[in-house]
């Protein structure tokens, strides 16, 4: 490819895009404690907060969803069920093993194989099991924002889950 340029949305970039497994086994590592730094948040949050609890569902939701198609199974709830607190600490129990367990049989090399899947809307695609699960871990970050977002406009303490304070171990 000498003289071409290779963008980020490029095909040749997505094709050669890699990331080791030790990064996934981090970024994994952080959404289980993010997803329960969050759930202590809420639980102690003042009050009733409908719209923090159905984002969060939403980000354990999208979790499971996600591992259950890398590995040909199928979900047990929606995308965006409604879920109480207790409901959702077991569904992310259940994600955090379920990726541990994912994750410790990956390699460099299977995280590279293809997997084909159905979307909520029934749509079918193809996509990398690395881009898959690059998207589950941003797609958490994304909403978890949103939740500390919500929880403060309600009266609440939202806690701040970023990488940077996980990968410290202490918080700011």
Not at 38 to 47: H, I, K, T, V
Not at 87 to 93: G, I, R, S
Not at 118 to 131: E, K, P, Y
Not at 135 to 140: F, K, P, Q, R, T
Request: charged letters at 20%; proline letters at 5%.
């Amino acid at each position: 490819m000498q003289g071409s340029i290779v963008t980020l949305h490029s095909p040749e970039h997505r094709a050669h895009a890699t990331m080791s497994l030790p990064l996934i086994r981090s970024l994994f590592a952080h959404m289980a404690w993010a997803d329960a730094q969050l759930l202590q948040a809420l639980r102690a949050a003042p009050g009733d907060d409908p719209l923090s609890i159905e984002r969060y569902a939403h980000v354990l939701a999208a979790e499971h969803i996600w591992i259950t198609r890398i590995e040909g199974r199928d979900p047990r709830v929606g995308v965006w069920p409604e879920l109480s607190l207790e409901e959702c600490a077991v569904l992310a129990d259940e994600n955090t093993r379920d990726y541990q367990r994912f994750i410790d049989l990956e390699t460099d090399a299977t995280l590279q194989r293809a997997v084909t899947y159905t979307n909520s809307s029934g749509a079918t695609f193809t996509g990398r099991v690395l881009d898959i699960l690059l998207h589950v871990a941003m797609h958490g970050a994304y909403h978890r924002g949103q939740v500390a977002l919500t929880m403060r406009r309600s009266g609440g303490s939202p806690v701040s889950t970023d990488y940077i304070l996980w990968s410290r171990g202490r918080p700011a």
